[in-house]
């Protein structure tokens, strides 16, 4: 067995296995270490696909229990709990599955094991199953991801007191549940359990939910959520979490200092990862890590060490499965000599999937007045449109963010009914230089909810949309 490699990948999650994925697909002998038994890394196992699994489910449980609005009589229904875990967990099989049968397509090896840095283009390798493998390349790639932070104030006990991995193992529909954190992972959780049942209090620091978001966009998912009868405790900090036999108190300040207490069965810690950084071998190379944890790279994702890139959560771009996927492809071409398109990170797309779903690209209005623009917005209410009302979803709004002088598009922000898919259009206006008016002379099919977008692209342009 060779040890010799053009392109050695340490870590097999959105990027690592892109990476490969890449490698291989050129031609480059190429080989993977996976330090897990399952490829995919932190998104396929623990993060984007089990948790959106669980919004399926709970969206459908919703859906079944409107259907009356549809006509449409449904007697006795109720969440089977292990038959939702069983469904996630399938899901998950078949996208690790997935991933293992691309790397056998495209000749790729996979090596079981922990991977760290030995400088002089080699990785050593402590086998899974024992003993040691030192592998050579030209190119290595790091793309070792991220794992849950932990905060000193907060006793984790891996059982009442839980982060985003432990949640989904969880083998029963608690009763109530606190949320620390109102970020992509925090709404999504609040969103499934609140559909299954739980009495769910979200707890944020920053004045609104999803605090990267537009404001006007958090504003509305904040009204949604109370719709739901999520509470959100917004501008408030937490100050202490302990648990008391199957119960967990938290104590929570207001910006005046005022103090609640809380109860719940579970407290889930959705705020904060941190990148595996620690134990990957820089000290015997020139790669260099900052005091965040992060890995130092130049546009094209090399390293101070010769050969060596980094990829990912690793480095100081979105933490986003997509963006790592773009990075591999980039890190790898460059690595062989081939011309590359560097990423505009101003144009990466940010989902989140709770119900109703946010979605945005670009600038928020605020981001866009601090960079200098004179902006120009426009939106539209998804109760205003057919399709939604169809569907029954007519909660949210379309929003443009645009430069007044010439019309271009700085920004998309949505929330309602299928955003994560609508974005899509965001994304090729911002990569093509579009105006507001190429939106609007851009048809847009009827009864549709990318109608939504053609409206809000009128009340941008021309102060008023057509069907409102």
Not at 44 to 70: M, R, Y
Not at 327 to 356: F, M, R, W
Request: glycine share 12%.
């Amino acid at each position: 067995m060779s040890n010799d490699f053009d392109v050695v990948v340490i870590g097999s999650g959105p990027g690592g296995y892109v990476a490969a994925i890449h490698a291989g697909q050129a031609g480059l002998r190429t080989a993977i270490v996976e330090k897990n038994k399952s490829l995919g890394g932190t998104c396929l196992n623990v993060g984007c696909i089990p948790t959106k699994a669980l919004l399926e489910a709970a969206h459908l449980l919703d859906k079944i229990g409107e259907s009356q609005k549809f006509g449409i009589k449904v007697a006795g229904v109720e969440a089977d709990w292990s038959g939702v875990q069983k469904y996630r967990s399938k899901v998950v099989r078949q996208n690790t599955g997935g991933v293992a049968y691309l790397m056998r397509k495209n000749n790729v090896e996979v090596v079981q094991g922990y991977g760290r840095l030995a400088g002089g283009g080699k990785v050593e390798v402590d086998l899974a199953d024992g003993g040691s493998r030192t592998l050579s390349a030209k190119q290595i790639i790091l793309a070792t991801g991220s794992v849950c932070a932990e905060f000193g104030f907060i006793p984790m006990d891996h059982e009442r007191i839980v982060n985003s991995d432990d949640i989904l193992e969880l083998d029963h529909i608690p009763a109530e549940m606190i949320v620390m954190g109102a970020g992509a992972v925090g709404t999504e959780f609040a969103s499934v359990y609140n559909s299954f049942g739980t009495k769910v209090t979200i707890i944020e620091l920053m004045e609104h939910l999803l605090p990267i978001e537009d404001h006007e966009i958090s504003e509305e998912l904040g009204k949604a959520f109370k719709k739901k009868g999520i509470t959100s405790l917004t501008g408030h900090k937490i100050q202490k979490v302990e648990r008391t036999g199957d119960r967990v108190k938290v104590a929570v300040a207001d910006a005046d200092g005022r103090i609640t207490n809380l109860e719940a069965d579970i407290f889930l810690m959705a705020a904060g990862r941190k990148p595996v950084t620690w134990d990957i071998g820089a000290d015997k190379t020139k790669v260099v890590v900052t005091d965040r944890g992060t890995v130092e790279v130049d546009e094209y994702y090399r390293t101070a060490e010769p050969g060596v890139y980094a990829i990912g959560d690793i480095i100081a771009t979105p933490w986003l499965a997509h963006v790592a996927s773009h990075e591999a492809g980039i890190a790898v071409d460059h690595g062989q000599g081939k011309a590359v398109h560097l990423i505009n990170y101003d144009q990466t797309p940010s989902c989140t999937y709770c119900h109703p779903e946010v979605a945005s690209i670009g600038l928020t209005e605020r981001e866009a007045k601090k960079r200098g623009y004179e902006v120009k917005t426009g939106t539209f209410p998804f109760s205003a449109n057919a399709r939604a009302r169809i569907m029954q979803e007519g909660e949210g709004l379309v929003k443009f963010v645009a430069d007044a002088k010439y019309g271009e598009v700085l920004g998309l922000h949505i929330v309602g009914p299928k955003a994560t898919e609508l974005i899509v259009e965001g994304g090729m206006a911002l990569a093509l230089e579009s105006t507001m008016d190429e939106i609007i002379h851009t048809m847009h099919a009827h009864p549709t909810l990318s109608e939504a977008l053609g409206e809000a692209a009128h009340a941008t342009a021309h102060g008023k949309a057509l069907h409102i």
